[in-house]
């Protein structure tokens, strides 16, 4: 999933075109004498943190073992068990205190799936034209043997209302709502894929509402390769729940194209089922700070994927740079003044539990939580990073964006929210961070079988590490408190 | 398929990165008086027919209607019967001369197809990890529960020999030959293919005369969006057939990943058919030329397709290119001098039949036969064409090229073969043409589910309409011979 960071200072779209960087926070005068914000061990040890993440190929390893010998890890899965013990171990082998925290968690499994096409102008007599699509996560299944009903294709919620339910009842739904890859292009890929993300999550309901028996979407994603693309969706009380896909973009351009001739019949058959709730958990590894050792700085990634593929750029890899934190610091024999804890959360994609159980056991302890990182968007290229919280908190990390900024990710962007699962936490004021990334590519693939771990670049995820392990680690050694 | 277009003239790739063009070869000075090649009538015309064809949007209606309202084209199936229907009722609707010429062709039909790691270094219990693949045209299937067995990696035939019978015995061979993506950036799409395609072809008698009992190869095609290519392979007489698959990009790389830590189980399950040799046909319309009419120009691209996507780039659009050469020039009241003909080519894919027997068929009429012309590399950017021919015939399509160098596709490239269908006419002395594509992309979707109809760009399209209608027209009216 894709966490809503929303670019509220349209200032700072204005400075990454300019190719300025945040510095000019720390050039600003204050009232008074500039406090000490990173001693001069710390800013030498962060950039040799910073050298040593780039050299690292820890991170890569563990994406590969994440994504290749355990494969995708959907919640409740044996794959997602595996994940948890597997990383739990790899992080007491570096010798952290490791607690697995149980949560109670949705156990969607999916089973077959499958569309044709069996009625429409032209067609060959004796044949069936398949249709690439998926069930989306959540859904439930239709009739054993199938659902066969007439599409009526709209583009967006307006036509649905527009064409209202006489000619809706009794029929499935396309909503053909095109991912924008334009924008996608130039590097706002997290917000054509929010707008699409839309139908995809409630257009169950909104075609229910007017008598939809099936619903299918137009993938939210970029993919042009006849890959459809899964993710949450959801139904509301007292709406009927119908069946839901996601077609690839292929596929939604062929429906749309025949249904401008004439009638579409189509035949969908889904068969996933909903199981009891199940147990899961939270990994979570402790990092002791020496002088700080209550205070603490989480960095993460989340462990569960969407199981298509191999949960590679969402979100092993954010779960990799995260691990490689402790074993830099291991390694360069550093230790943090606060404490630093990893979490790899679990249920990211359907349901937030670990993320929400998190933060509701951690309630009386919140003003404790320093500040919290998650990496979740893949591992490109970054530019710099997401800020979630106080304006008045920007000076203090300049000091961090001017070592970045040495690996071309000096930028800091000014948002809401900085990840899915530690949201609960920013939401409580707790300031949280997230890589600012090249997203130009990452809708390509995500939540489909092609999240791969190919697709890791290895100099790019180095670069990921770097700013992770950067930013925690100025974070946990941050003289001053941070304006929350 | 893609035939084996050489370039034995390197001097042509000079040329073309030069920029340059073959107006050399008009401006050369010859021992007679310059004979007129074409006259202002038809250079004109050419330049008519040019427009025209950049301006239609017959072909692109075409290509839509083979891609979307028939769909997949195998050899044998309902979808290629009605598309031979459907184009044959086209051509009549433009008043040609309609024939079908029977043909007797292979019918090979898919089945399931699934592929399973049931065996690996940190496997989850009770998992499987999915292998996206799909059986190579021609396959035989394995048991009907499947085959399970060991993999064993190699790079290429050498390695195969190396590791001899001992090593392959019993197992399932994967040939992990890599398709040269980088070669293909660079334009040599063709080439990159042609390596990559030998192991598909070969790959399965190569490894069962070491014992392999199945055999998987690296996809021959540049997807790195989890598709597997199919396409043709082979068997050989006293060598045990065994099933053959192709993997997508991302599972070679997983196994082969996988392989490298310990032992690789897979299951393999196919269930391919080779039925009884059917009927077909190759549909043909023949253009009557005003003053040579048994002098025959072919404009061709065959119907039948591969059965993962659409066959929309591979080749329903070689097809409507040719079929727009009829329509534009009865648009334009322009009658040709020698005879224009359609050929619409069924088999090319998995047997060639329909080349093969018009071959034989025309083998008392070959020296009629004044060129041929097959489009069958896509619709993407040409920027010239190609020609196996004599070099002799050079300075005779000079002219030609000088009207489609207006459009940017001013290039000749000399070769050996134009096109698999005009192959067994081209070996007769026959010269032959296609168009030079830019072939940078067409390899990523060629032969997958992701051949569909969107991978058409339009303004592409339409300049190859009119380097086919062009090239067919210049042909038809040269006013010397061709040396051949």
């Given at each position: 999933?894709?966490?809503?960071i929303?670019?509220?200072?349209?200032?700072f779209?204005?400075?990454f075109l300019?190719g300025a960087?945040?510095?000019?926070?720390a050039?600003?005068p204050?009232a008074?004498?500039t406090?000490v914000?990173?001693?001069?061990k710390?800013?030498?040890q962060?950039?040799?943190?910073?050298?040593a993440?780039?050299q690292?190929?820890f991170?890569?390893?563990?994406?590969?073992?994440l994504s290749?010998?355990?494969g995708?890890?959907?919640t409740?899965?044996?794959?997602?068990?595996?994940?948890?013990e597997y990383v739990?171990?790899?992080?007491?082998?570096?010798?952290l205190?490791?607690?697995?925290?149980?949560?109670?968690?949705?156990?969607?499994?999916?089973g077959?799936?499958r569309?044709?096409?069996v009625?429409?102008?032209g067609?060959a007599?004796?044949?069936?034209q398949?249709?690439?699509?998926?069930?989306?996560?959540?859904?439930?299944?239709t009739?054993?043997?199938?659902l066969?009903?007439?599409?009526?294709?709209v583009?967006?919620?307006?036509?649905?209302?527009q064409?209202?339910?006489?000619?809706?009842?009794?029929k499935?739904?396309?909503f053909n709502?095109?991912f924008d890859?334009?924008?996608?292009?130039?590097g706002?890929?997290?917000?054509?894929y929010?707008?699409?993300a839309?139908?995809?999550?409630?257009g169950a309901?909104?075609?229910?509402?007017?008598?939809?028996?099936?619903?299918?979407v137009?993938?939210?994603?970029?993919?042009?390769?006849?890959?459809?693309h899964?993710?949450?969706?959801?139904?509301?009380?007292?709406?009927?729940?119908?069946?839901?896909?996601?077609?690839?973009?292929?596929?939604?351009?062929?429906?749309?194209y025949?249904?401008?001739?004439?009638?579409?019949?189509?035949?969908?058959?889904l068969?996933?089922?909903?199981?009891p709730?199940?147990?899961?958990?939270?990994?979570i590894a402790?990092?002791?700070g020496?002088?700080?050792?209550?205070?603490?700085?989480i960095v993460?990634?989340?462990?569960?994927?969407?199981?298509?593929?191999?949960?590679?750029?969402?979100d092993?890899a954010?779960?990799?740079v995260?691990?490689?934190v402790?074993?830099?610091?291991?390694?360069?024999?550093?230790?943090p003044?606060?404490?630093?804890?990893f979490?790899?959360?679990m249920?990211?994609e359907n349901g937030v539990?670990?993320?929400?159980?998190y933060?509701?056991?951690?309630a009386?302890?919140?003003?404790?939580h320093?500040a919290?990182i998650?990496?979740?968007?893949?591992?490109?290229h970054?530019v710099?990073f997401?800020f979630?919280?106080?304006?008045?908190?920007?000076p203090?990390l300049?000091?961090?964006s001017?070592?970045?900024?040495?690996?071309?990710?000096?930028l800091i962007?000014?948002?809401?929210?900085?990840?899915?699962d530690?949201d609960?936490?920013?939401?409580?004021?707790?300031?949280?961070?997230a890589?600012?990334?090249?997203?130009?590519t990452?809708?390509?693939?995500?939540?489909?079988?092609?999240?791969?771990f190919?697709?890791?670049v290895?100099?790019?995820?180095?670069?990921?590490?770097?700013?992770i392990?950067?930013?925690a680690?100025?974070?946990a050694?941050l003289?001053?408190?941070?304006?929350?």
């Amino acid at each position: 999933m894709y966490s809503k960071i929303k670019q509220i200072f349209v200032i700072f779209l204005g400075l990454f075109l300019l190719g300025a960087t945040v510095e000019i926070f720390a050039q600003q005068p204050t009232a008074s004498p500039t406090p000490v914000l990173y001693t001069e061990k710390t800013l030498a040890q962060m950039k040799q943190i910073q050298q040593a993440a780039l050299q690292s190929d820890f991170a890569l390893r563990q994406t590969a073992y994440l994504s290749y010998n355990i494969g995708a890890r959907l919640t409740g899965s044996p794959q997602a068990q595996r994940a948890v013990e597997y990383v739990a171990g790899e992080m007491r082998k570096l010798g952290l205190d490791v607690r697995l925290q149980k949560l109670t968690v949705p156990h969607w499994v999916r089973g077959e799936e499958r569309g044709e096409l069996v009625e429409y102008d032209g067609m060959a007599r004796g044949t069936k034209q398949k249709i690439v699509l998926t069930a989306l996560g959540g859904s439930i299944a239709t009739a054993p043997n199938g659902l066969v009903a007439d599409v009526v294709v709209v583009n967006n919620f307006d036509e649905l209302t527009q064409i209202g339910r006489k000619n809706i009842e009794g029929k499935i739904v396309l909503f053909n709502n095109k991912f924008d890859r334009e924008m996608a292009a130039i590097g706002f890929g997290g917000q054509a894929y929010r707008h699409a993300a839309g139908y995809r999550g409630g257009g169950a309901i909104a075609a229910a509402r007017f008598g939809a028996i099936g619903v299918l979407v137009r993938s939210a994603g970029g993919s042009q390769n006849r890959l459809a693309h899964t993710g949450a969706m959801r139904y509301a009380e007292g709406v009927k729940k119908i069946p839901a896909a996601a077609v690839s973009f292929e596929d939604a351009e062929m429906i749309d194209y025949l249904a401008k001739m004439g009638k579409v019949k189509i035949k969908l058959l889904l068969t996933p089922q909903t199981l009891p709730d199940t147990t899961s958990y939270n990994v979570i590894a402790d990092l002791k700070g020496s002088e700080k050792p209550d205070e603490i700085v989480i960095v993460s990634g989340h462990l569960d994927s969407w199981d298509l593929g191999q949960g590679a750029i969402d979100d092993a890899a954010g779960v990799a740079v995260s691990m490689q934190v402790a074993y830099l610091l291991r390694q360069l024999k550093i230790r943090p003044k606060r404490t630093i804890r990893f979490v790899a959360w679990m249920n990211e994609e359907n349901g937030v539990v670990g993320g929400r159980t998190y933060a509701q056991e951690e309630a009386a302890n919140i003003s404790k939580h320093f500040a919290a990182i998650e990496s979740d968007l893949g591992a490109n290229h970054p530019v710099g990073f997401h800020f979630a919280g106080k304006p008045e908190a920007l000076p203090f990390l300049a000091p961090i964006s001017k070592i970045l900024k040495e690996q071309g990710a000096g930028l800091i962007n000014l948002t809401e929210e900085a990840g899915t699962d530690i949201d609960p936490l920013t939401s409580k004021g707790v300031p949280s961070f997230a890589q600012w990334f090249d997203t130009r590519t990452y809708f390509n693939y995500h939540h489909t079988a092609a999240d791969t771990f190919d697709k890791i670049v290895p100099r790019e995820l180095a670069e990921n590490g770097a700013v992770i392990a950067v930013l925690a680690y100025g974070l946990a050694n941050l003289e001053q408190p941070l304006p929350r």
